[in-house]
């Protein structure tokens, strides 16, 4: 049972487009949302991450936006850039056992 | 650099045989976790070890098993190898005893099964 699932798989865009990456979860019990991304031959590392008690939160390029009530959240980044090109992985935090759970992962590739 | 090391980088094997794969966690940090990566699969949490006590099991098959000695580092053990165990093997480290939404990964170990 996949209980974070990502979309999409991989996703293309040109340099200074608006990368979108959407997650879905089902249990209500999650109560922490981070995000992951991961370069070519190393592991991920958390880049942002927000409570479900807030809609929306900013880093420099990067935005999480959550919607509780549809139980999905997303990963915007603005002025997409070719150091961006990584594996981004959407997880949430909680549940049975209290654990960090990881969605599939998306493929980004910023073309310049 | 997380400041997690894992040992070996790539690993080639035949299936039915064991090996072991090593992990260093961060400096101070008590936590240690075991990750698999594939393509089909995603990343799989696998096993948690908080101060030397295993704390929390995710998807691990009965032919791996982990341990974390008194120095806080971690071996993973994977027995009678079979061609779909060939993945990326993480190890990420916190401070404390429960999940953090933060984790420092390591930079893996490829395992190859042929």
């Known amino acids: 049972q996949q209980q974070v699932k990502q979309s999409p798989q991989s996703l293309i865009v040109q340099k200074g487009g608006i990368s979108i990456i959407n997650c879905a979860y089902e249990n209500t019990a999650f109560d922490y949302f981070p995000w992951y991304q991961q370069f070519p031959g190393k592991g991920p590392a958390l880049l942002i991450a927000?409570?479900?008690?807030?809609s929306e939160k900013k880093e420099g390029r990067f935005t999480i936006s959550f919607n509780k009530s549809a139980k999905q959240f997303s990963l915007h980044i603005m002025d997409s850039q070719p150091g961006d090109s990584a594996t981004y992985f959407c997880a949430a935090l909680g549940g049975s056992n209290y654990k960090l759970t990881f969605g599939k992962g998306t493929l980004l590739t910023v073309n310049p | 650099d997380s400041g997690v090391t894992q040992t070996p980088k790539h690993l080639i094997t035949a299936t039915g045989q064991r090996v072991t794969l090593r992990c260093s966690p961060r400096?101070?940090?008590?936590?240690v976790y075991w990750y698999q990566q594939s393509l089909d699969q995603g990343l799989q949490f696998l096993i948690q070890y908080y101060n030397g006590e295993e704390r929390a099991k995710g998807n691990i098959l009965e032919r791996f098993s982990a341990q974390q000695f008194p120095d806080l580092h971690s071996e993973l053990n994977l027995s009678s190898l079979e061609l779909g165990d060939s993945a990326l093997y993480f190890c990420a480290s916190s401070p404390g005893v429960g999940f953090s939404e933060k984790l420092f990964f390591g930079s893996g170990t490829q395992l190859s099964v042929l």
């Open positions: 927000i409570r479900p008690d807030v």
């Open positions: 400096s101070g940090d008590l936590s």
